[in-house]
T-cell receptor
C-alpha cells in the first residue's frame, strides 16, 4: 500500500526551462510534506517543505505547491540547471498519525545542457 | 561537521556475519530514523527511535535486525547472520522533534555488501 506516489520514474528537461515534479498521497492524515534531492552514493538532501495549512512555499528557484483536495503536490524548479540532475523524493508526515516520514519512490530528473 | 554522521561508509560482510551500522544524529536532535534503499528502489522506512526508546519499528524485518539508541553514544542498526539480500544502502536521519511539522536530515549512508 503505497501512501506516497511519484508516478513519473524519470523526467528530462532542457537547461533554463521549468522542471515540474509531481507527487500524490493517499493518507488524508498527512499534514507536512517535504522534498529531498539525492545524488548517487550520497544521502538525501532536504530541499523544501510545506505545511498543510499553506498551498505554496517558495525558496529561491524551488517552489512547492500543495493541493489538499486533490492530495497532490508538485515541486517546480525554475530555471533548471544541469546540477539539478538527481533523484527527487517526495515525503510526507503526520503529527498525530504514524511515527515516521513516508517517502515516495523518487523521480530521476535529467537537466540537459 | 554538524551533520548526521554515519559510519562506516562502506561495509563488506560474508554471509552469516554480523553487521553494525552507526549513526550520530545532528547536535540537538533526539529523534533518529533508519531507512534502507535497495538498488534502483526508493527509501524504505525501517525504524524510528527516540533516546533509549523504539517508537516505531513497523518497517524492521522480524528476524535478525535490531536497533538501539542509547542514552550515550550513537544509534546502532544491527544485522545478524547477514544474507545477500541485505546488501543495500542504509541511511540514518535525525530530527529535533517528532515527525509532523519538522524536517529530517540524512547522513551519507552506509553501503553494505554481503559476499
Amino acid at each position: 500500500d503505497q501512501q506516497v506516489k511519484q508516478n513519473s520514474p524519470s523526467l528530462s528537461v532542457q537547461e533554463g526551462r521549468i522542471s515540474i515534479l509531481n507527487c500524490d498521497y493517499t493518507n488524508s492524515m498527512f499534514d507536512y510534506f517535504l522534498w529531498y534531492k539525492k545524488y548517487p552514493a550520497e544521502g538525501p538532501t532536504f530541499l523544501i517543505s510545506i505545511s498543510s495549512i499553506k498551498d505554496k512555499n517558495e525558496d529561491g528557484r524551488f517552489t512547492v505547491f500543495l493541493n489538499k483536495s486533490a492530495k497532490h503536490l508538485s515541486l517546480h524548479i525554475v530555471p533548471s540547471q544541469p546540477g539539478d540532475s538527481a533523484v527527487y523524493f517526495c515525503a510526507a508526515s503526520a503529527k498525530y498519525y504514524g511515527q515516521n516520514f513516508v517517502f515516495g519512490p523518487g523521480t530521476r530528473l535529467s537537466v540537459l545542457p | 561537521n554538524a551533520g548526521v554522521m554515519q559510519n562506516p561508509r562502506h561495509l563488506v560482510r560474508r554471509r552469516g556475519q554480523e553487521a553494525r551500522l552507526r549513526c550520530s544524529p545532528m547536535k540537538g536532535h533526539s529523534h533518529v530514523y533508519w531507512y534502507r534503499q535497495l538498488p534502483e528502489e526508493g527509501l524504505k522506512f525501517m525504524v524510528y527511535l527516540q533516546k533509549e526508546n523504539i517508537i516505531d519499528e513497523s518497517g524492521m524485518p522480524k528476524e535478525r535486525f535490531s536497533a538501539e539508541f542509547p542514552k550515550e553514544g550513537p544509534s546502532i542498526l544491527r544485522i545478524q547472520q547477514v544474507v545477500r539480500g541485505d546488501s543495500a544502502a542504509y541511511f540514518c536521519a535525525s530530527s529535533p522533534r517528532p515527525p509532523g511539522g519538522t524536517e529530517a536530515f540524512f547522513g551519507q549512508g552506509t553501503r553494505l555488501t554481503v559476499v
